[in-house]
């Protein structure tokens, strides 16, 4: 967290005051979105046969995860709560908190095959395999005979 000090003699603030207060070297909160949640990092491979998504989620469980495919749009999303409750003597403490993201990807029509898509955990990893349709896959190259 930054101290700003503010000039309170100037009631309409100049547009420099942020500006030269602000830690710009402060790459803590570059994972964020918008509304101070953390997006997961994705990794997408391509193999032959499938594409698999990698989603980074240490310290989560399965359960934690919905993933829903409508419309070939396959959305990955989690939402966690928790609440602690500690009571010393005369000093109580309760905290809350609370994660949630969600991701979203359009699938193409023609080359996944959405009734053969799985998911698993292991390891902080969620890797969700999304496998080709036959038709989608390359064919291995033949001879064609001339008559």
Excluded: C
């Excluded at 495919?69 to 809350?96: A, H, P, T, V």
């Excluded at 699938?107 to 038709?135: M, R, T, W």
């Amino acid at each position: 967290m930054t101290l700003v000090k503010r000039n309170s003699d100037n009631s309409f603030p100049s547009l420099f005051d942020n500006f030269f207060s602000r830690d710009w070297m402060d790459w803590n909160n570059s994972n964020y979105s918008s509304t101070n949640t953390t997006l997961p990092a994705v990794n997408v491979r391509e193999n032959d046969h499938e594409f698999t998504i990698e989603v980074a989620a240490p310290g989560m469980k399965k359960d934690d995860f919905n993933i829903h495919l409508e419309n070939n749009q396959l959305s990955i999303s989690s939402e966690i709560k928790s609440e602690k409750e500690s009571k010393d003597g005369k000093y109580s403490r309760k905290e809350f908190s609370y994660q949630s993201f969600q991701r979203s990807f359009r699938l193409p029509v023609d080359l996944i095959d959405g009734d053969k898509i799985s998911a698993k955990y292991n390891e902080g990893i969620l890797s969700i395999h999304l496998p080709k349709k036959e038709e989608a896959k390359p064919k291995p190259s033949r001879m064609i005979s001339i008559k």
